[in-house]
């Protein structure tokens, strides 16, 4: 079974998790050209939750962002225009958000049945907490009713992604108002919280995500801590 380099890097902000995600994809790549057979890179998969952020994707429109500056200094948020595709969406506290940096050469080379992938695990998240959650056409993302739960972006190059999903588990909703989520006007967003009417366990939460993540993407994960994946990156 292939192995899967697990990280949770707790409480940091956007830009340098960007970097890092960067750097190892980076480190992958240069082994990948290489045609590297020994001590090559494993995927990776990061977990973080950001402060309060939003981020515009390549393809998205800046009009989605509904607040001014001084309106996001007040609500202590940030924006930053970045590299992924789709359009602009949160991330904060409470949020799960993952980055897992594949080498698709591993798995399969389609983007699109990859982020099938990633909505299907966290489909079966939200099942376990007893939800029916499901894709919508020609929408990404993870949905339950008219509610989305769960937000993806992803970008490659030669077939190793970064950027990834975040999941709303104890997410303050109220930040969302100051956007139009991924640019949907018609549609809302929920939480696990929101769904359950209590707080979460937010490990428990991450759990859930590991173990699916394991089994549909079959992988074995193994944690790795910052220190030791640097390290690997030198």
């Known amino acids: 079974m292939k192995k899967l380099l ?24 240069q082994e990948k050209r290489a045609e590297q057979k ?16 939003y981020t ?8 989605n962002l509904l607040a001014s500056e001084d309106f996001l200094k007040a609500v202590n948020a940030t924006y930053v225009p970045i590299d992924r595709g789709g359009d602009i969406t949160y991330h ?5 958000v993952g980055y897992p940096i594949l080498d698709l050469h591993r798995h399969f080379t389609d983007l699109h049945k990859y982020l099938r992938f990633l909505e299907e695990v966290m489909i079966s998240v939200c099942a376990d907490y007893g939800f029916e ?19 993806l972006g992803v970008k490659a190059s030669r ?3 970064i950027h990834g999903f975040a999941l709303n588990i104890n997410t303050n909703l109220d930040y969302f108002n100051y956007i139009v989520p991924c640019g949907i006007t018609d ?22 995500v590991l173990a699916h993540f394991s089994r549909l993407f079959e992988v074995e994960i193994e944690v790795i ?4 994946l640097e390290k690997r990156i030198l």
């Open 6 to 29: 697990h990280l949770d890097l707790g409480h940091q902000e956007y830009i340098p998790t960007w970097d890092f995600q960067l750097a190892v994809q980076a480190k992958i790549i």
């Open 38 to 53: 020994e001590n090559r890179l494993e995927d990776v998969l990061l977990f973080v939750e950001h402060p309060h952020v």
């Open 56 to 63: 515009l994707g390549k393809s998205g429109d800046a009009g």
């Open 92 to 96: 904060g506290p409470g949020q799960l």
């Open 133 to 151: 959650a499901s894709r919508k056409e020609k929408l990404t993302g993870v949905w339950v009713g008219e509610e989305k739960i769960c937000a």
């Open 159 to 161: 077939w190793v992604t």
């Open 187 to 208: 549609k809302g967003v929920t939480s696990l919280q929101k769904l359950l009417g209590r707080v979460v366990d937010e490990q428990e939460v991450k759990e859930r």
């Open 225 to 228: 801590s910052k220190t030791e």
